[in-house]
């Protein structure tokens, strides 16, 4: 069994200063992808676990540490700007916070590779409907009213609360594609409810790591300085340029999503070949 490594370490061993600027700049490039659309945890869950020593747990822990600091942050940034409609956002997270300590805490029964296909079978299915529909999440258009309104935002918050806390990456964009795509907010407003979500689903997982002793907490009070600065880089870019610019970003990071799947299954396939 591999060692932990130590909570309140300043750096792991064997990470020197250079991964330590790296990490950063990957805090930052997720705060400032999450703020926008979604999609952050691509780039800083896979630099944490290239760090020696560190095992997949404590990479899950001090990446939803630093992920806190920067959803919290564009939250308040959308929230002042935007105005999200809170009636749908807080008990969505209240229900995605709950899940998301459900998944973390049966992550390690489920074969998560099971899931690998479903989940980008959906991506393909909404990159398309969003490419080919461009209307799709231009204006906020609600579908529902009232109780079925509320209800399928539970059930979107639940079902991506437990993946954020069992599997976690794309989160951001999943939630975006629910509240655009279920619901039928514009993406400028779907993401700023998202933050709320998400921020919510990190704090929920991450409550769970802390008993575990799994938080690296220098190293992820670092990132999520970093993670901050670029929420606030990211969230005032979308403000300012509004649903089409994040339409387009989010196409950008659903492909990135599926290629980035498909090439956890070719090498899954051939792995096993």
Known sequence: MTELVAPFALLPEGLGWGGLLLLVLAAFSAGWLDAVVGGG????????????????????????????????TSSISYYRSVRPSLRTALPMAAVALLAAVGGASVAALLPVEVFTPIIMVAL?????????????????????????????????????????????????????????GLLGYDFLMASAQAKIVNFATNLGALLLFIPLGAVLWPLGLIMGAANIAGSLLGSRMAIKRGAKFVRVLFLIIVAALIVKLGFDLWRDANGAA
């Open 41 to 72: 945890g691509m780039l800083q869950l896979p630099a944490l676990l290239l760090v020696p020593g560190m095992t997949p747990v404590q990479a899950l822990a001090t990446n939803k540490l630093a992920s806190v600091f920067g959803t919290a």
């Open 124 to 180: 393909v299915v909404v990159a398309l409907i969003t490419l080919f529909k461009p209307a799709l999440g231009a204006v906020t258009k609600l579908k529902y009213r009232g109780v079925k309104h509320v209800f399928l935002a539970l059930a979107a918050g639940a079902a991506i609360g437990f993946y954020d806390g069992m599997i976690g990456p794309g989160t951001g964009t999943f939630l975006v594609i629910a509240l655009v």
